[in-house]
């Protein structure tokens, strides 16, 4: 079942990017996995907090407010995957196609084509839908919530790979070798329209777009 947030989302993400930051850890994406830190949101102290992240996500506030007070809109974009070397993939890994090592087991990218023999290899860890799922994409919901303090509206970026994307093995050099497989479709798309009603999205209508990929943008009845 899907939970109502308290609208707490922007802090929460400023807490998380600032311990993802100055955990001494090095660069993270070559040697976080396997060494996940159970650290908490207490572990950031208050003034910690105020000084970078949130001080910078209040102020994004502040700019979108000024910004709508004198009659302009924001169009934000909504990139469908984040960095392997991020707080999103650091603070939750089960919601990604990691091994126990918390190594991905394939990232994104796209199939050759007319413009790239090779593809292209993104790198970027994939979601682990199925877990997505189990508490109504709280994850998205959050996402979507948060961004739409900041943006008026919302582009979902490479909305075709909602409805099956390419996973690339991990470890590939090239996006040649890879295979499509089926994204969560109208299953997440009704429920962020569902959830948010009042918040105009945009689809990204790029790419190889297949029947499947046309069905899903009409029957999401999102603009293109």
């Given amino acids: 079942m899907i939970r109502e947030f308290d609208g707490v989302f922007l802090l929460e993400t400023a807490a998380t990017a600032y311990l993802f930051r100055v955990l001494p850890t090095g660069h993270l994406q070559h040697i976080w996995y396997g060494k996940k830190l159970e650290l908490g949101l207490d572990a950031v102290g208050e003034d910690s907090v105020r000084q ?28 469908i995957y984040v960095a392997f070397d991020s707080a999103d993939a650091w603070a939750s890994p089960e919601l990604f196609q990691f091994d126990e090592e918390f190594k991905p087991t394939a990232v994104a990218g796209c199939p050759p084509d007319a413009f790239s023999a090779t593809g292209q290899l993104w790198g970027n860890p994939l979601y682990d839908w199925e877990t997505m799922k189990k508490d109504g994409y709280g994850w998205w919901i ?5 961004a739409s303090r900041l943006y008026d509206v919302l582009r979902i970026d490479h909305f075709r790979g909602l409805e099956s994307y390419w996973a690339v093995p991990y470890g590939e050099k090239t996006a040649r070798i890879g295979r499509w497989v089926k994204g969560p479709g109208m299953d997440l798309v009704g429920v962020l329209t569902r959830w948010f009603p009042n918040i105009q999205l945009i689809a990204e209508d790029l790419g190889y777009l297949t029947p499947e990929v046309q069905q899903l943008l009409k029957d999401s009845s999102l603009p293109g």
């Fill in 142 to 146: 959050r996402r979507i919530e948060g």
């Fill in 52 to 79: 970078k992240d949130l001080v910078h996500a209040a102020a994004e506030a502040m700019a979108a407010k000024y910004a709508n007070a004198n009659g302009i809109e924001i169009i934000g974009d909504i990139p």
